[in-house]
């Protein structure tokens, strides 16, 4: 009779443990890993179309007996292209950068009873960018060389065009869009010098052109990260 009633209560205590096992889940939860942030990559090569304004100043000057003008204003619209690369180190990105624009940028001043007007038909600048990146917000500094041409005429007498280099300063933001893509905004200063100009201009007479220059530009980049996902939104 003892044995009995053991073998009862042992199989009793095997059906209860049984019982409170099937309402337990099939594993216990585990906590997921935080995931990691990683910081927007600029590093690589990008290519991409801009577009602006351009305003400055245009200025004739003849030998003496001295002739001048003074200074009087030229602006316009200008659209073109940018091919560029970046390395970053940490949160410094150094980069080179090219473009072409078609330009609009023209003004002229009295002479006498003629104009004479100064032109920027094309323009292009060659430059050195550095930048601190916070994550996917680029502020830089650029500068280098500036190319363009300077024509002049108005007198009656035909136009006159000179290709002329010279310099360009400047800075500008850039920030990640989404994917690939890219979008800026930036502000020059560029400077062509003086180009030379003779019959149309009524004898031998120095044209300088100058131009301050804001634009926006679109860039796909063919390196560096993607849109970043997960975390916070850090920086360095």
Known sequence: MKRLLLAGVG???LAASSAVAADLPASMPTKAPPMMYQPYNWSGWYLGINGGYGWGNSNWVSPPPLVSTGNFDVDGGMVGGTLGVN??????????????DWSDIKGSAACGALNCETSNNWFGTFRGRVGYAFDRFLPYFTGGLAVGNVEAGGLGLGTESDTRAGWTVGAGV???VNGPWT???EYLYADLGKTGCNIACGGPTDVKFDANIVRAG????FGGGPAPVGGYPGGY
Do not use: C, H, P
Not at 87 to 100: P, R
Not at 218 to 221: A, E, F, K, P
């Open 218 to 221: 679109i860039n796909y980049r």
């Open 11 to 13: 199989l009793m205590t």
């Open 174 to 176: 850039e920030w990640a």
């Open 87 to 100: 390395w970053q180190s940490g949160a410094w990105v150094f980069g080179l950068e090219g473009d072409i």
């Open 183 to 185: 979008a800026k905004v």
